[in-house]
Nanobody, 121 residues
Framework: EVQLVESGGGVVQAGGSLRLSCATS????????IGWFRQVPGKERQGIGC????????IVTHSLKDRFTISSDVAERTVYLQMNGLKPDDTAVYFC??????????????WGRGTQVTVSA
């Protein structure tokens, strides 16, 4: 069974940092792309970036790349989202997703349940 479990969310003051984790199981981690997304209730889901273990793609959307970075630990089967300089607008539920793609795909098959990040002013 494929599982993705996000953790590391919480409440942080503006300007602070958080590192989210996406722990995975049930699939060949090295052959999958892992994406990070976020969503605010009532708004569209926003793509943050993607890490492809097989091709080494490491992409963060332009508007966030100065503050957010994605990394992967193959041994731990975990992908991380490091978020620095957090702003109240970063408040959202953060999700990770997985797809059996060698490069960062436009859609993902498997999704985690998300972790809440709240940034206070």
């Amino acid at each position: 069974e494929v599982q993705l479990v996000e953790s590391g969310g919480g409440v942080v003051q503006a300007g602070g940092s958080l590192r989210l984790s996406c722990a995975t199981s049930g699939f060949a981690f090295e052959d999958y792309a892992i994406g990070w997304f976020r969503q605010v209730p009532g708004k569209e889901r926003q793509g943050i970036g993607c890490f492809s273990n097989s091709d080494g793609d490491n992409i963060v959307t332009h508007s966030l790349k100065d503050r957010f970075t994605i990394s992967s630990d193959v041994a731990e089967r975990t992908v991380y989202l490091q978020m620095n300089g957090l702003k109240p607008d970063d408040t959202a539920v953060y999700f990770c997703a997985a797809d059996p793609s060698r490069t960062c795909p436009p859609t993902y098959i498997y999704w985690g349940r998300g972790t809440q990040v709240t940034v206070s002013a």
